[in-house]
């Protein structure tokens, strides 16, 4: 989760968002680059007598600065494609969350077993216990095997939401008469915290998404727990 002073990117827990990390370090690199030349070529514009006897044309320079911006955005355009294509890949999930965006909480359906679901709200500050996070924590959360291939589907009761978690590099509209479907695969164990990011109602800012990261022995312990009571 991300935590004091923490201004970049969430450290990832999938390889999706480790690839959209490689990605976003990439176009940085090259917008440094643009900003340093472009900077250099201002600051020394303050320095140019405007006066040059022979100046009419520069054919050549010309040529220069139409096609190598456009060869520079090829290089920021093939990686996000195929990143693009990459997040839209679903390589046969283990498991299926259906995740409901009401206003304003989220509910949840396992519907592998047994059709398992439950409400999810925010713990509200005056009844947050000491090592809860303010805002973030929920009651009930989600538990997920790690190691899977994990399929969810996004749909919403009322109004637009958005299911998005940093860490995992997710982040799905939930559209009322829509279904909506993204994939995942988390690779480590721990909480991730995430947060409805579709301006939905006054309460849009209260409305997190925990998941608990599990091996798969502790999930399935948890889950026939919950089809048993
Ligand atoms: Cu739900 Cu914002």
């Keep these: 989760m991300s935590t004091w002073a923490n201004l970049g990117l969430q450290d990832s827990a999938s390889p999706l968002m480790e690839q959209l990390i490689f990605f976003h370090d990439h176009a940085l690199l090259i917008l440094v680059m643009i900003t340093v030349l472009v900077g250099y070529l201002m600051f020394m514009l303050f320095f140019n007598k405007y006066i040059n006897r022979f100046l009419l044309h520069g054919q050549l320079i010309e040529m220069i600065w139409t096609i190598l911006p456009a060869i520079i955005l090829l290089f920021i355009a093939m990686p996000s494609l195929r990143l693009l294509y990459l997040l839209d890949e679903i390589n046969e999930p283990s498991i ?70 940093p860490a995992l590099g997710v982040k799905v509209d939930g559209t009322p008469g829509r279904l909506n479907q993204t994939n995942f695969f988390i690779n480590r164990p ?19 998404i925990v998941i608990e990261s599990v091996p798969v022995n502790y999930f399935i312990k948890w889950i ?6």
Aim: aromatic share 14%; hydrophobic share 35%.
């Design 96 to 165: 299926t969350l259906k995740s409901i965006g009401h206003q304003w909480y989220w509910s949840y359906e396992y519907s592998d077993f047994n059709n398992i679901e439950f409400d999810s709200y925010m713990i509200p500050t005056n009844e947050l216990s000491t090592d809860g996070f303010r805002l973030l924590d929920v009651d009930n959360r989600i538990v997920l095997p790690m190691n899977s291939q994990i399929r969810i589907l996004v749909t919403a009761a009322d109004v637009i939401h958005s299911w998005t978690i």
């Design 190 to 208: 721990g909480l991730f915290y995430g947060q409805c990011s579709e301006i939905c109602g006054t309460n849009h800012s209260f409305m997190p």
């Design 224 to 229: 026939s727990n919950k089809v048993n009571s």
